[in-house]
C-alpha cells in the first residue's frame, strides 16, 4: 500500500480514537483539496525551504533553497530522496506491505477506547483496492472497529461494505455537469453508491463539504435536500462541514499553485441555515 499519513485522530475519521491511514492517489482534483500531496498516484515531492540544501540533488535542480521541478521531471533515480534523508524534502508517500498494516492495527488495539478503530482515508483509498479490501477482511475477522472515508466513486465500493463498521462518503454536488466541472469526473457511481449504502449499510455517515461558488447556491443545497430525503434513515447521518484554507501550504511545498479565493469561504448563515433544514426534515445530523 501507498501510505502519504498516518497517525491517531480522535472522532472526527471515524468514532472514538482512531488509527488513520491516508492511502496515495484521488480519481477526482478537487482544488480545494486539504491534502493534496495525496492525490497523484505516482506521488510528488514535498519540500520545506528552509531546511532545503543544495547538495542533496546532483543534476542541480536545488539552488538557493528552492526545487527546479522541469529538471526533477526527467529524474528517474531521485537521489534527492533515496539517498539522503533531510527535512528539506521527500516523497509524499511510503509503499507498506497489508501485513504490516495490519500488525500495527492489530498491535495498537488497545489504543481503540471509547469505540475506536482504524480509517482508511486519502487521497482516495479505493484506488488501491484490492489491497484495501484485504486489509478491511483481516481487520473485520480481528473484530477491529474499522473506517472507510471515501468519495464513494469506486465501481467495486459494495465489496468492501461487509467489512467496514462506519462508511463516511462525501457527497459534493447532485448535479452531475457541476460535479464534472468541480472534480473532474461524473458523480454518478457516487449517488448510487450512497443510495445503496443507505439501503444495506448499518451505519453510514455523509458529508458535504460546502465550498463557496461551488455547491452553496439555492439551487445546490435544494438539490441535497431532496436527495438526502430519499435516502434518510435510522443507518443514516448527515454533516455539512465549511471551508477552509488548511492545505494551502500544502499545495506550495507540492509546487503548486493554490487557486482558491476568499470567495470559497462560506457565510455561517448559510451553513447553519442548511443545517437546520435537515433537521427540519427530520434527517438525523451528526457533529464530528
Same mark, same amino acid.
Given at each position: 500500500?501507498?501510505?502519504?499519513?498516518?497517525?491517531?485522530?480522535?472522532?472526527?475519521?471515524?468514532?472514538?480514537?482512531?488509527?488513520?491511514?491516508?492511502?496515495?492517489?484521488?480519481?477526482?482534483?478537487?482544488?480545494?483539496?486539504?491534502?493534496?500531496?495525496?492525490?497523484?498516484?505516482?506521488?510528488?515531492?514535498?519540500?520545506?525551504?528552509?531546511?532545503?540544501?543544495?547538495?542533496?540533488?546532483?543534476?542541480?535542480?536545488?539552488?538557493?533553497?528552492?526545487?527546479?521541478?522541469?529538471?526533477?521531471?526527467?529524474?528517474?533515480?531521485?537521489?534527492?530522496?533515496?539517498?539522503?534523508?533531510?527535512?528539506?524534502?521527500?516523497?509524499?508517500?511510503?509503499?507498506? %506491505?497489508?501485513?504490516?498494516?495490519?500488525?500495527?492495527?492489530?498491535?495498537?488495539?488497545?489504543? @481503540?477506547?471509547?469505540?475506536?478503530?482504524?480509517?482508511?482515508?486519502?487521497? %482516495?483509498?479505493?484506488?488501491?483496492?484490492?489491497?484495501?479490501?484485504?486489509?478491511?477482511?483481516?481487520?473485520?475477522?480481528?473484530?477491529?472497529?474499522?473506517?472507510?472515508?471515501?468519495?464513494?466513486?469506486?465501481?467495486?465500493?459494495?465489496?468492501?461494505?461487509?467489512?467496514?463498521?462506519?462508511?463516511?462518503?462525501?457527497?459534493?454536488?447532485?448535479?452531475?455537469?457541476?460535479?464534472?466541472?468541480?472534480?473532474?469526473?461524473?458523480?454518478?457511481?457516487?449517488?448510487?453508491?450512497?443510495?445503496?449504502?443507505?439501503?444495506?449499510?448499518?451505519?453510514?455517515?455523509?458529508?458535504?463539504?460546502?465550498?463557496?461558488?461551488?455547491?452553496?447556491?439555492?439551487?445546490?443545497?435544494?438539490? @441535497?435536500?431532496?436527495? @438526502?430525503?430519499?435516502?434518510?434513515?435510522?443507518?443514516?447521518? @448527515?454533516?455539512?462541514?465549511?471551508?477552509?484554507?488548511?492545505?494551502?501550504?500544502?499545495?506550495?511545498?507540492?509546487?503548486?499553485?493554490?487557486?482558491?479565493?476568499?470567495?470559497?469561504?462560506?457565510?455561517?448563515?448559510?451553513?447553519?441555515?442548511?443545517?437546520?433544514?435537515?433537521?427540519?426534515?427530520?434527517?438525523?445530523?451528526?457533529?464530528?
Amino acid at each position: 500500500m501507498r501510505i502519504f499519513q498516518r497517525g491517531f485522530n480522535y472522532s472526527q475519521d471515524g468514532f472514538g480514537n482512531r488509527l488513520v491511514y491516508h492511502l496515495q492517489g484521488c480519481n477526482m482534483n478537487c482544488p480545494w483539496c486539504s491534502n493534496p500531496e495525496g492525490m497523484r498516484w505516482e506521488g510528488v515531492l514535498i519540500t520545506e525551504e528552509e531546511w532545503l540544501l543544495d547538495e542533496v540533488c546532483p543534476h542541480h535542480a536545488v539552488r538557493n533553497k528552492t526545487l527546479d521541478r522541469t529538471i526533477c521531471r526527467g529524474c528517474m533515480e531521485k537521489e534527492c530522496v533515496t539517498k539522503h534523508r533531510t527535512k528539506g524534502i521527500r516523497l509524499s508517500y511510503e509503499e507498506v %506491505e497489508v501485513e504490516a498494516v495490519v500488525e500495527e492495527v492489530t498491535a495498537n488495539s488497545p489504543m @481503540f477506547y471509547d469505540g475506536g478503530g482504524v480509517t482508511f482515508t486519502g487521497g %482516495e483509498a479505493t484506488l488501491q483496492f484490492d489491497e484495501l479490501l484485504e486489509t478491511l477482511e483481516r481487520l473485520h475477522a480481528a473484530e477491529i472497529h474499522t473506517a472507510l472515508e471515501t468519495n464513494g466513486a469506486s465501481p467495486r465500493l459494495k465489496e468492501c461494505l461487509p467489512y467496514i463498521s462506519q462508511l463516511i462518503m462525501d457527497c459534493k454536488l447532485c448535479d452531475e455537469e457541476k460535479h464534472r466541472i468541480a472534480t473532474g469526473i461524473s458523480n454518478k457511481q457516487t449517488l448510487e453508491n450512497i443510495r445503496h449504502a443507505a439501503r444495506v449499510h448499518p451505519c453510514l455517515h455523509v458529508r458535504v463539504p460546502l465550498i463557496g461558488k461551488v455547491n452553496d447556491s439555492e439551487e445546490d443545497i435544494r438539490d @441535497f435536500l431532496e436527495f @438526502f430525503q430519499t435516502i434518510g434513515g435510522d443507518n443514516v447521518t @448527515f454533516e455539512i462541514l465549511s471551508y477552509h484554507e488548511f492545505g494551502k501550504k500544502k499545495w506550495e511545498q507540492c509546487g503548486w499553485e493554490y487557486q482558491m479565493s476568499e470567495t470559497a469561504h462560506v457565510r455561517a448563515e448559510t451553513i447553519q441555515l442548511f443545517r437546520e433544514k435537515l433537521v427540519e426534515l427530520g434527517l438525523n445530523y451528526m457533529r464530528t
